[in-house]
């Protein structure tokens, strides 16, 4: 019998957080030892103890030996309720289960090094044939630019551009964007595997720098995955609850393989963008600060495989849109979220998860879903709560990653990925 903790610790300390967290997870075991141990919490403990001190609390309860990754996230929900501030665990315990964890660093500077050297430390044969893998990676940072600082907003055309120059070498420093939608398709395709779920690490919402948990260690730069091999079935539900709306727009120029727009219908990124979304004051100088604090309710995107794809906008430098994933099209289709999509979808998939009798339930959604949902957060907590008795977690992370064979390989953003067993 498969048994699933989860834990919580909403105290200040980093460390007595870590102990407590661990103590709430491991009592739901009632004394079997956890097979793996997912560990999850909010930036603050950076200012309030380190985080080797919240896993050092950790590691004062967990059993030696238990395979851990985590990171920072913006907030999450479980059966406790909705936090955006605290430390949360998903643990298992099930006999007929193989747990490996591995890490490469880098990822930025070569996503393709960093996952050989984490698939090296977790490819094994296992006596079992359901495979899953979990992957979290470091986000976007926000480069610290001589002359400028950290800027997500440059106003200036000749210093955007000027930046563009930077980005090789702003990559090599493991700032810029997150790359990884570069990563799912490594993992998928180069090193056959079938079903992954993750996502990246953040802060809250600064996006000035994150961290990923290993068993006793943390890091900033690096691929933490965890391959979970046993005999229960694994099952993944994916929803992207975007909708289409009115208008849709030309890409013709790019740069930075992909990354940065510099120009729509053939005029200046930002300037273009601004007027076809007809923002208010687009002709004022400032207009570009008020706009981006608003950057998540204006998506834009492409249809992949079935499944739409948002273009997060990571900053304005001059007119260039700097974006956290490629632009993989030419043709972009202006976007919104549906709430009502979002709060169906979940429901079915909620629906199905009960009728299959799983037994525990991790998922990884969009930090923006907190930005947007607004007090309708709660309700959507209590929407899991309602449909699902078992142990469950939900991280709200800067994009969301998905592999299965049905939908294959995907980076989302403004996503809901949900695993079960």
Request: glycine letters at 8%; charged letters at 25%.
């Amino acid at each position: 019998e498969l048994k699933a903790g989860v834990g919580l610790s909403r105290k200040w300390d980093a460390r007595e957080a870590g102990r407590e967290v661990a103590e709430t997870a491991l009592e739901k075991l009632e004394g079997e030892k956890p097979k793996f141990f997912l560990l999850f919490s909010t930036i603050h403990y950076e200012k309030y103890g380190g985080f080797q001190e919240l896993l050092n609390g950790v590691w004062e309860v967990l059993p030696e030996g238990t395979p851990l990754i985590g990171g920072t996230v913006a907030g999450f929900m479980n059966n406790y309720g909705c936090f955006t501030r605290g430390a949360t665990a998903l643990t298992v315990a099930y006999p007929n289960m193989d747990v490996a964890v591995g890490v490469g660093h880098n990822v930025k500077r070569n996503p393709l090094k960093a996952a050989e050297k984490s698939v090296s430390n977790v490819k094994k044969e296992s006596r079992y044939d359901n495979r899953i893998l979990i992957e979290l990676l470091p986000t976007a940072v926000v480069p610290n630019i001589p002359g400028v600082g950290q800027k997500v907003v440059i106003s200036s055309e000749k210093i955007g551009n000027q930046a563009l120059k930077l980005l090789p070498k702003i990559l090599y420093l493991n700032m810029g964007y997150d790359r990884a939608d570069e990563v799912i398709e490594i993992l998928t395709n180069t090193f056959g595997y079938q079903k992954i779920i993750g996502g990246c690490t953040m802060d809250d919402n600064r996006m000035l720098r994150s961290y990923q948990f290993l068993n006793r260690d943390y890091f900033k730069n690096s691929l933490c995955i965890m391959q979970v091999d046993s005999d229960i079935k694994h099952s993944i539900y994916s929803s992207v609850p975007l909708e289409r709306r009115k208008g849709s727009f030309m890409i013709t120029k790019t740069d930075a393989d992909l990354h940065v727009i510099r120009e729509i219908n053939h005029k200046g990124a930002k300037s273009a963008l601004l007027e076809m979304l007809k923002w208010r004051d687009a002709h004022l100088p400032d207009s570009i600060y008020s706009f981006y604090k608003k950057i998540f309710y204006y998506p834009f995107g492409f249809e992949k495989k079935g499944q739409w794809h948002a273009c997060m906008i990571g900053g304005f430098w001059g007119e260039n849109i700097i974006l956290s994933v490629r632009a993989e099209k030419k043709d972009m289709q202006l976007l919104s979220l549906s709430i009502e999509k979002l709060f169906n979808t979940t429901k079915n998939n909620l629906q199905n998860i009960k009728e299959n009798n799983a037994q525990m339930c991790f998922s990884v959604a969009c930090e923006t879903f907190m930005e947007t949902l607004g007090n309708k957060i709660y309700e959507y907590q209590k929407l899991f709560s309602s449909y699902i008795d078992i142990p469950y977690l939900v991280v709200f992370m800067a994009g969301e990653s998905v592999s299965t064979p049905e939908i294959g390989c995907h980076h989302l953003y403004e996503a809901i990925n949900i695993w079960t067993m």
